[in-house]
């Protein structure tokens, strides 16, 4: 069966400082990858997704980058984190559809990440 | 893609009672899912409708679709403290070709089931 690990769950950080927030999925392959950011009390934006190693697509214009070094991993990272990159960030995988029809879209969602920039 | 949009934002009620949540999108679908978030944790899948499906039951939820309205609704019957959660739609377009992309999500319906 198909799992999908994200680390670390709780993060602390200060103002200015870099940030790597990690995401593996296992029992699967070629998977299409996500990260999502979820602020306090708000809904889910999302923030980067992937459809292969190195192949990554950004959403919104931020102080974040993501990478996919390996087929299964996906890395959310900051050079120098804001305030305003405080959330719940939540990684996801769903299947790859080769043709039209063969995939629902379904999403599968690691349990996220609390980060906290004081 | 495109973004559903949850109505009512909070509902608060008994357990024992009925919940019904619904969504509401702009453009055509191949199918619409119902995702659940407890409190810090990641979403879980619920339950997903065709295009071409107007009902689907799954245990004691209920999912309907109006594509001519482009509405759904989520009912979940006999309600328990458990149910408490927030629960949020995806409207899906799937494209041709490879990778069709990404689900986005709205504010979600805040669910509150009192013992």
């Known amino acids: 069966s198909q799992t999908i690990h994200q680390w670390p769950a709780t993060l602390v950080q200060p103002v200015g400082s870099p940030l790597s927030l990690e995401c593996t999925v296992e029992?699967?392959?070629?998977?299409?990858l996500y990260w999502y950011r979820q602020a306090a009390g708000r809904g889910l934006q999302l923030l980067f997704y992937s459809v292969g190693i190195g192949q990554i697509s950004s959403e919104v214009p931020q102080n974040l980058s993501a990478s996919r070094p390996q087929d299964r991993q996906f890395i959310l990272s900051s050079k120098k984190l804001l305030l305003s990159d405080s959330g719940f960030y939540l990684c996801a995988w769903s299947v790859r559809a080769k043709q039209r029809g063969d995939s629902t879209g379904e999403l599968f969602f690691g349990e996220g990440s609390r980060l906290t920039v004081l | 893609s495109q973004q559903g949009e949850e109505d009512p934002q909070a509902l608060s009620i008994q357990e024992g009672e009925n919940a019904t949540m619904n969504c509401s999108y702009k453009t055509s679908i191949n199918n619409l899912q119902w995702y659940r978030q407890n409190s810090g944790r990641g979403l879980v899948h619920l339950i997903l409708?065709?295009?071409?499906?107007r009902e689907k039951h799954s245990g004691r939820l209920r999912v309907t679709l109006d594509t001519s309205k482009k509405s759904s609704s989520l009912l979940i019957t006999a309600s328990r403290a458990a149910d408490t959660a927030s629960y949020f739609c995806?409207?899906?377009?799937?494209?041709?070709?490879?990778?069709?992309?990404?689900?986005?999500f709205g504010q979600g319906t805040i669910l509150t089931v009192h013992p």
């Open positions: 409708i065709r295009s071409n499906e």
């Open positions: 995806a409207p899906v377009h799937i494209a041709g070709g490879t990778s069709y992309g990404k689900l986005t």
């Open positions: 029992g699967t392959s070629n998977p299409n």
